[in-house]
């Protein structure tokens, strides 16, 4: 596959790996398996009409589904660029499987993160489900990308002086399904605030960006919305008609301009090490803020404005000036 086009092939994606990515070319890799729990029969479940359902969905038996899981993970790990990070969104019933086809490669787990949802199956004899996990991963031998204030700024604050960077970086995600009544659609499509949020903070514009289980091509729409380059696999002869149909209105970089701008500086000093003389500095101008404001948080904040530092750094900084 050519890294400045986008390429889906209507394949099988342990095969198609194999035939058309070489090692080490894809910067992220963003998925979601099949079910393996009988996945055609799940509007039964969520009380759902299956109308405006694409059919033709290709489900993974449940007794093939440990060596299928170890099968595909190998391929990505082999895809992915040093440095590169994959996304997994699992139900619980197979998440066993895809933990030790993890295990079984070199891949490192970052973050094993909650996606919450609004509507879930519906039960009366036990808890209701309303969430997936979400399995954030990275190949080792280089620096992972991780854009820490896309989204927000630092010195950022909710109404109850909150850090909204802190908050949106929570490993617990409260993400809304999106409902389209009356419109056609794939058997489970991931909602466009996940995938924004996953490629907004690990890739960069330019990079390559996988979905080894097409489906409704939700993926590949974001990923060229943000500017990124999207590759991808959808064994359904159904699915993948409607997805390349779907994905020819897509504008290359056309989501940019709708994504929220954070504000405040940029933590140009962020990482460097503080000299003898940059603590004394930094605690004679705390010493002066403090005094006028009396607010130890704020005179931080000003701080970390003023001096590209994060909050927690210019924190560790006074406490080792016994402030």
């Known amino acids: 596959m050519n890294r400045k086009e986008n390429c889906f092939l209507n394949e099988d994606c342990i095969e198609g790996c194999k035939k058309h990515i070489k090692d080490n070319s894809v910067d992220l890799i963003v998925t979601d398996p099949p079910y393996g729990i009988n996945g055609h029969t799940l509007h039964k479940h969520y009380n759902r009409k299956e109308g405006y359902v694409l059919d033709g969905y290709i489900e993974i038996p449940q007794n093939e589904y440990p060596q299928f899981s170890e099968q595909w993970i190998k391929q990505a790990e082999r895809i992915l660029k040093p440095g590169g990070s994959i996304y997994i969104v699992s139900g619980y019933t197979h998440l066993i499987d895809i933990l030790n086809a993890l295990r079984k490669t070199k ?30 991963y990275c190949k080792p031998g280089a620096k992972p990308t991780f854009n820490t204030y896309c989204r927000y700024g630092q010195n950022e604050r909710d109404g109850g002086n909150g850090s909204l960077n802190y ?69 359904s002869a159904s699915a993948y008609k409607h997805g390349m149909n779907e994905f020819s209105r897509v504008k290359k970089g056309a989501l940019l301009q709708t994504l929220r701008k954070p504000e405040g500086g940029k933590l140009v000093n962020q990482g460097i090490r503080w000299s003898r003389k940059d603590l004394e500095e930094i605690a004679e101008k705390y010493d002066k803020l403090y005094q006028s404001s009396k607010l130890k948080r704020q005179s931080i904040d000003i701080l970390s404005e003023e001096l590209g530092r994060g909050y927690f750094s210019i924190l560790n900084a006074l406490k080792k000036m016994g402030r």
């Open 107 to 136: 891949l490192k787990e970052i973050n094993h993160i909650i996606w919450k949802y609004n509507f879930g199956v519906f039960t009366k004899n036990k808890f209701v489900t309303s969430h997936y996990h979400l399995l954030y």
């Open 167 to 235: 908050l949106d970086r929570e490993d617990v995600w409260i993400i809304n399904r999106e409902y389209k009544p009356g419109k056609i659609k794939n058997k489970n499509e991931l909602p466009t605030n996940l995938l924004t949020k996953i490629i907004q903070y690990s890739s960069r514009e330019s990079d390559v960006v996988c979905d080894l289980f097409l489906g409704g091509f939700s993926t590949a729409r974001i990923a060229v919305g943000l500017n990124r380059i999207a590759w991808g696999f959808e064994l």
